[in-house]
């Protein structure tokens, strides 16, 4: 999803804000309502009802959002790519 200006919305550096405030999103992205121009977007849906005695998978979203801070933005040189430059999640 491209802003106003036409700029691909990238996650915050941990430059500007530290890598463990602001909003839990995943990557530390923006959160957006209308997703009609993403090229990925990654729901994070609890669910704690496929499982019986073993309680806990609810918390999976959340975890993954929180280990998502330390993604990086940059090029990653074993895959020759740099992901958020290439989609918009």
């Not at 005695?53 to 993954?64: D, E, H, L, S, T």
Request: glycine share 8%.
């Amino acid at each position: 999803m491209k802003n106003e200006g036409n700029t691909p919305i990238q996650p915050v550096s941990g430059k500007i804000i530290p890598r463990y405030a602001g909003p839990s999103t995943f990557a530390r992205l923006p959160e957006l309502r209308d997703v009609k121009k993403c090229d990925i977007a990654i729901l994070g849906i609890p669910f704690d009802s496929g499982t019986s005695y073993r309680p806990g998978a609810r918390f999976g979203p959340q975890a993954i959002r929180q280990a998502s801070r330390h993604l990086r933005t940059q090029y990653h040189p074993a895959y020759d790519t740099e992901p958020f430059a290439e989609l918009q999640v």
